[in-house]
């Protein structure tokens, strides 16, 4: 029951964290141009709601990438589309339409290349990616090349699709991404229970009858998508960062797929949007880079805030199992002295228990005292009532732990990992307890 607790408490953080990033997005234009005096000009709305859109897509689909271990696919995916985005140029001119078919194309036949490469070679996935990643990219740098030696030709802002040029992009090019993404987020949602299959467990998923190879197939085709639609505003270098960080973050918040997939939505439409926003402020300042940089803000805030596997939370977590263990030992180390030399309130001199302690004598004492567990008085340290009833529990805990490990077998007892840090009579039925309780010495204080 209390875990069930704990778990609905954390289900409730993330969705509370989850409405208070979205409501926050909804809220920044309006604080920009209240706290800034940001003008609502149509480039502002237009290439906001775009990069809101774009990061709300790539966050989704780019937590199967990190949960998969793949994100690197990201990078090579990305970088092999310059070829295709040129070749398509060559072909059909200037149109956005026709060079995200392109960039999309030579994406995917990069992906048809690693895992042929990984098919019939031994190379590891990261070397058959990198290989993709520089042959693909190192074609697309020279028909750039060419391109720009065309008389009357020029490289047409095709170098924009190397850094993105969120300023370019129209009314037209938002509706375009926000249809193309719909289409995608539906497909996930249609196959949500297969994708989540493969990406945790292909071999059970294999065993029962899925499709593996085509699930996989499908789930790297939406990712290229993603990419694709996102290469006008972050560019083929940092587009990426947008499919990746927003997934990390969130996989520091949660332990659900279904709560990191909408937490990453909502962290990659918040960056965005606040990339978007801040770039505004300044002409100065490109759109695509500071997408990225609000991004990983949100992933450095993450690794070092979140509950749980935040590193600040771990360093107070270790901090106070620390305490925890040397008040434990140091009470253990009180008692069992003061028995020896007599009753339980026997007075324990300060250098005994020091020198018994060792470094962490001084930590143990200092929480015993605070705790009103132990005080120290011309004699020595003495056990308080509370101090005393405390340890005579934990030794009665650890001497019935002793005896589970000695008799379980010969008793019947139900088979456990024994842990004398936990309550026994919360592990072990009443009447497996009672079996135990009467192999205890007769002496109390025993």
């Known amino acids: 029951m209390r875990r069930q607790h704990i778990l609905k408490g954390d289900d409730r953080r993330i969705w509370l964290i ?107 996935q990261d070397a058959a990616l990198g290989i993709a990643l520089a042959s693909f990219f190192a074609a697309g740098i020279a028909l750039l090349a060419y391109i720009q030696s065309i008389p009357d030709a020029g490289q047409a802002g095709l170098d924009h699709f190397i850094f993105g040029q ?45 499709r593996s190879g085509r699930l996989n197939a499908l789930l790297s085709t939406l990712i290229v998508v993603t990419i694709v639609l996102g290469l006008q505003l972050a560019g083929v270098i940092l587009m990426v960062g947008m499919l990746i960080a927003p997934g990390v973050a969130a996989r520091q918040w949660t332990h659900k797929l279904d709560q990191m997939v909408i937490l990453a939505a909502v962290f ?21 880079p500071t997408i990225i940089v609000a991004a990983f803000a949100l992933v ?60 962490s004598a001084e930590l143990g004492l200092r929480e015993l005292r605070a705790g009103g567990l132990a005080t120290l008085d011309a004699a020595g340290w003495r056990l308080s009532p509370s101090g005393i009833e405390l340890a005579r529990r934990r030794r009665r805990n650890q001497q019935l732990w002793d005896l589970y490990r000695l ?19 919360t592990r072990l039925p009443p009447a497996a307890v009672a079996k135990l309780e009467k192999l205890l010495p007769e002496s109390a204080e025993a």
């Open 18 to 124: 989850i409405a208070a990033i979205a409501l926050l997005g909804v809220l920044i234009l309006p604080l920009s141009q209240a706290l800034f005096g940001l003008r609502f000009s149509y480039t502002v709305r237009v290439v906001a709601l775009g990069g809101a859109i774009l990061g709300l897509i790539s966050g989704a689909l780019g937590c199967f990438a990190v949960l998969r271990r793949e994100s690197l696919l990201g990078d090579a995916l990305s970088h092999a589309a310059l070829p295709g985005v040129a070749i398509a140029f060559l072909l059909a001119g200037r149109e956005l339409g026709p060079l995200l078919i392109g960039a999309g194309i030579a994406s995917w036949l990069s992906l048809r290349f690693v895992a042929a490469l990984l098919a019939t070679t031994r190379l590891k």
């Open 166 to 210: 969120a300023a370019a992009i129209i009314e037209s090019d938002v509706r375009l991404v926000s249809a193309v993404g719909i289409a995608v987020l539906l497909v996930l949602a249609l196959f949500w229970k297969e994708f989540k299959l493969v990406t945790f467990d292909p071999e059970f998923a294999g065993a029962n009858g899925f």
């Open 268 to 288: 990659g439409a918040f960056s965005g949007g606040v990339g978007a926003v801040v770039s505004a402020l300044d002409s100065d300042i490109p759109t695509g």
């Open 300 to 359: 450095l805030i993450s690794l070092a805030f979140a509950p749980g596997r935040g590193l600040v939370w771990s360093r107070m977590r270790a901090r106070t199992n620390r305490r925890r263990l040397a008040a434990r030992n140091t009470l253990r180390d009180l008692y069992r002295y003061a028995l020896a030399h007599g009753a339980s309130d026997a007075a324990v001199p300060d250098a005994f228990i020091r020198g018994v302690g060792d470094g």
């Open 407 to 425: 008799h379980a077998d010969e008793l019947g007892l139900p088979v456990l990992d024994a842990d004398s840090q936990s309550d026994i009579a």
